[in-house]
């Protein structure tokens, strides 16, 4: 049974950072592509960052330089940290991994930002 536990999130003043830690059992993160995506209220579930099997990253346009994303392989946990957080970065951030045998895309319960002054 795959099961994806997501923490760290909370509330921060703008300008401010935090990290977000995924972690996985029943599947191997390193095996796999893991994404990190957030829903805002109202709005679509969109990707903000993710990390292949290879280990190769990609990011959204309105957060590339400001956040990072990272495996821990021993762990089996992936980590986003996020800088220089502004108000549009408030959402609830969800962690992802795609298994494609057979195909099917895990979620974890999600994770709630706040950015606010």
């Known amino acids: 049974q795959v099961r994806l536990v997501e923490s760290g999130g909370g509330l921060v003043q703008p300008g401010g950072s935090l990290r977000l830690s995924c972690a996985a059992s029943?599947?191997?993160?390193?095996?796999?592509?893991v994404g990190w995506y957030r829903q805002a209220p109202g709005k679509e579930r969109d990707l903000v960052a993710g990390i292949s099997s290879g280990g190769i990253t990609n990011y959204a346009g309105s957060v590339k330089d400001r956040f990072t994303i990272s495996m821990d392989n021993a762990k089996n946990t992936v980590y986003l940290e996020m800088n220089n957080l502004n108000t549009d970065d408030t959402a609830v951030y969800y962690c992802?991994?795609?298994?494609?045998?057979?195909?099917?895309?895990?979620w974890g319960q999600g994770t709630q930002v706040t950015v606010s002054s």
């Open positions: 029943g599947v191997i993160f390193n095996r796999n592509q």
């Open positions: 992802s991994v795609f298994v494609l045998l057979p195909p099917v895309r895990y």
